[in-house]
């Protein structure tokens, strides 16, 4: 009997010793770092991988013919703030009245108590940065540019940020690091103001003759660097940025935050918001007359550049085979956005929208129907993928990747979809549209009647107004030709309920 003991004991110790050892040898998979990379104003056409512009984009197509590119799938707003808010939120950005284009002195739009994608990763055990275009408002009204801004991205959940304030062409014309202007001298403090100028200062109006660039519509305030901006500013001649340098800086800011990161015992999140090809176009002078389409082309080869050179640094950090890369912009292509820049007379035969009716601003496919693409090397075969997926999807849809419970209630968990494990995409969808909405659901899309114009006249885009409903079948009449809202009434009931039933929520 003493030797059966014996027996039990050991074989129980083998066990409990043969689990111990396995706890400490076998290592809990690492989640994959995750880096955006969110363009500005770029359109469904402007990737060529896309197959609808003719303008060649051979470093955004390396993720999209390495990844899932996705052909359905939608930024929530044609227009940038709303975009950014609900990409990081995972909420609709219609949910919030304040999710406009902001002035540069606008306070920040996220609350500091809300979920965003960074913080929701942070729980989790990431480090997160974003570097580029912000716009989602700084601090809580009446900013000191002169002391810390705050609160601001490192209050939402990201330990590192280099940005913009707002958009290249608005004030403050300046870099901020972890909520400081960079390079500013003291003795030359920052005044910002959009409703009046600052005594003796030159505007567009008063001083023509200082443009490098001429404005067509807006922008005629302060002039930085030759270029006429939208609102005032005084002083921090210093910190000013230089616009042809911009798209070298960010990336040499996204390249110094990687190698970092990937010294470091965790996985990290990266949001890396470029600013082109959004207005005033600057490409670095070496991207010069590349595209033959203008400064907006070779703003895109410039980007397309950029995307190439950050791959390269994540093969030579040995993380690409780690990294999720989410690439996507924040609303559809504009051509004339209120500067002369021959965007419109260079165009030739690209399609900046693709197929899609309308564009930037628009409530028609063009302003939110975009290239949105899912790259991880070795671990997302390359497709193509129909099923529709929203930006605001990523939040719940990346939770499930990390192993967070985090919920929104609009983020839908599309997990598998993203790692194209399925084709069962999101049902419905609200788009947004300069504070208008409309209804998608499957193949159709509901848009309610709107007063005002039908097209933005400065900007020539079809901003998708009219008197009546109208009702479009995507599949058969993808540019939005044939309005069926008079000859299928109950679609078109069906759809208003559908669409009132979650704007009412
Ligand atoms: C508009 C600007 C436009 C652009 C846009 C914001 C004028 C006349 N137009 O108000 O140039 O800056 O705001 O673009 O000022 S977004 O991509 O950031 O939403
Ligand atoms: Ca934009």
Same mark, same amino acid.
């Given at each position: 009997?003493?030797?059966?003991?014996?027996?039990? *004991?050991?074989?129980?110790?083998?066990?409990?010793?043969?689990?111990?050892?396995?706890?400490?040898?076998?290592?809990?998979?690492?989640?994959?770092?995750?880096?955006?990379?969110?363009?500005?104003?770029?359109?469904?056409?402007?990737?060529?991988?896309?197959?609808?512009?003719?303008?060649?984009?051979?470093?955004?197509?390396?993720?999209? /013919?390495?990844?899932?590119?996705?052909?359905?799938?939608?930024?929530?707003?044609?227009?940038?703030?709303?975009?950014?808010?609900?990409?990081?939120?995972?909420?609709?950005?219609?949910?919030?009245?304040?999710?406009?284009?902001?002035?540069?002195?606008?306070?920040?739009?996220?609350?500091?108590?809300?979920?965003?994608?960074?913080?929701?990763?942070?729980?989790?055990?990431?480090?997160?940065?974003?570097?580029?275009?912000?716009?989602?408002?700084?601090?809580?009204?009446?900013?000191?540019?002169?002391?810390?801004?705050?609160?601001?991205?490192?209050?939402?959940?990201?330990?590192?940020?280099?940005?913009?304030?707002?958009?290249?062409?608005?004030?403050?014309?300046?870099?901020?690091?972890?909520?400081?202007?960079?390079?500013?001298?003291?003795?030359?403090?920052?005044?910002?103001?959009?409703?009046? /100028?600052?005594?003796?200062?030159?505007?567009?109006?008063?001083?023509?003759?200082?443009?490098?660039?001429?404005?067509?519509?807006?922008?005629?305030?302060?002039?930085?660097? &030759?270029?006429?901006?939208?609102? *005032?500013?005084?002083?921090?001649?210093?910190?000013?940025?230089?616009?042809?340098?911009?798209?070298?800086?960010?990336?040499?800011?996204?390249?110094?935050?990687?190698?970092?990161?990937?010294?470091? /015992?965790?996985?990290?999140?990266?949001?890396?918001?470029?600013?082109?090809?959004?207005?005033?176009?600057?490409?670095?002078?070496?991207?010069?007359?590349?595209?033959?389409?203008?400064?907006?082309?070779?703003?895109?080869?410039?980007?397309?550049?950029?995307?190439?050179? *950050?791959?390269?640094?994540?093969?030579?950090?040995?993380?690409?085979? /780690?990294?999720?890369?989410?690439?996507?912009?924040?609303?559809?292509?504009?051509?004339?956005?209120?500067?002369?820049?021959?965007?419109?007379?260079?165009?030739?035969?690209?399609?900046?929208?693709?197929?899609?009716?309308?564009?930037?601003?628009?409530?028609?496919?063009?302003?939110?129907?975009?290239?949105?693409?899912?790259?991880?090397?070795?671990?997302?075969?390359?497709?193509?993928?129909?099923?529709?997926?929203?930006?605001?999807?990523?939040?719940?849809?990346?939770?499930?990747?990390?192993?967070?419970?985090?919920?929104?209630?609009?983020?839908?968990?599309?997990?598998?979809?993203?790692?194209?494990?399925?084709?069962?995409?999101?049902?419905?969808?609200?788009?947004?549209?300069?504070?208008?909405?409309?209804?998608?659901?499957?193949?159709?899309?509901?848009?309610?009647?709107?007063? &005002?114009?039908?097209?933005?006249?400065?900007?020539?885009?079809?901003?998708?107004?009219?008197?009546?409903?109208?009702?479009?079948?995507?599949?058969?009449?993808?540019?939005?030709?044939?309005?069926?809202?008079?000859?299928?009434?109950?679609?078109?009931?069906?759809?208003?309920?559908?669409?009132?039933?979650?704007?009412?929520?």
């Amino acid at each position: 009997l003493g030797l059966l003991y014996l027996l039990i *004991f050991c074989s129980f110790y083998l066990v409990a010793c043969k689990s111990n050892e396995a706890e400490t040898t076998v290592e809990k998979p690492q989640n994959p770092n995750i880096i955006f990379i969110y363009m500005d104003d770029l359109g469904y056409g402007d990737v060529s991988a896309y197959g609808a512009g003719t303008l060649q984009t051979p470093n955004f197509d390396k993720l999209a /013919n390495g990844g899932i590119r996705f052909t359905n799938a939608y930024a929530s707003s044609a227009t940038c703030t709303p975009s950014r808010y609900a990409i990081l939120t995972g909420t609709y950005p219609w949910r919030n009245e304040n999710a406009k284009i902001l002035p540069g002195t606008a306070p920040l739009l996220i609350d500091t108590a809300q979920m965003t994608v960074p913080k929701m990763l942070k729980q989790v055990g990431y480090n997160t940065g974003v570097v580029g275009k912000w716009h989602l408002g700084l601090g809580s009204g009446n900013v000191d540019w002169n002391q810390e801004i705050s609160p601001g991205p490192n209050q939402v959940g990201f330990d590192y940020s280099y940005i913009m304030a707002a958009t290249q062409d608005r004030v403050p014309t300046v870099y901020i690091k972890d909520g400081t202007v960079v390079g500013l001298d003291p003795n030359d403090p920052i005044l910002v103001d959009y409703n009046k /100028n600052f005594d003796g200062e030159p505007t567009a109006i008063t001083n023509p003759e200082m443009l490098t660039m001429k404005w067509h519509h807006g922008h005629n305030n302060s002039i930085v660097n &030759g270029i006429p901006r939208i609102g *005032f500013m005084k002083g921090g001649e210093a910190a000013k940025w230089s616009d042809i340098d911009m798209a070298d800086h960010f990336l040499e800011k996204a390249k110094a935050f990687v190698k970092e990161e990937a010294e470091k /015992n965790a996985p990290f999140f990266l949001y890396y918001a470029m600013q082109q090809p959004h207005v005033p176009r600057t490409p670095h002078p070496r991207f010069e007359a590349t595209s033959g389409m203008g400064p907006r082309g070779d703003a895109i080869v410039e980007a397309d550049w950029i995307v190439g050179e *950050f791959l390269k640094e994540l093969e030579a950090q040995g993380i690409l085979e /780690n990294t999720l890369i989410i690439f996507s912009s924040d609303n559809g292509p504009v051509l004339n956005d209120g500067y002369y820049d021959d965007a419109v007379e260079k165009i030739g035969d690209h399609t900046p929208a693709g197929p899609y009716r309308g564009g930037k601003y628009s409530l028609f496919e063009a302003g939110t129907r975009l290239p949105f693409i899912a790259y991880w090397k070795g671990k997302i075969q390359p497709a193509v993928s129909d099923a529709m997926i929203t930006q605001i999807d990523l939040l719940e849809s990346l939770a499930a990747l990390v192993g967070s419970d985090v919920e929104t209630g609009d983020s839908e968990n599309l997990l598998d979809v993203l790692m194209g494990k399925s084709q069962q995409g999101r049902e419905d969808f609200v788009l947004e549209a300069t504070s208008r909405t409309a209804y998608k659901k499957g193949d159709w899309v509901m848009i309610p009647p709107y007063k &005002g114009p039908e097209v933005e006249k400065n900007v020539n885009i079809e901003l998708g107004n009219s008197n009546e409903y109208q009702l479009y079948n995507l599949k058969e009449d993808p540019s939005q030709q044939t309005n069926l809202a008079e000859s299928n009434p109950e679609k078109l009931t069906e759809m208003v309920k559908s669409f009132e039933a979650i704007r009412g929520q």
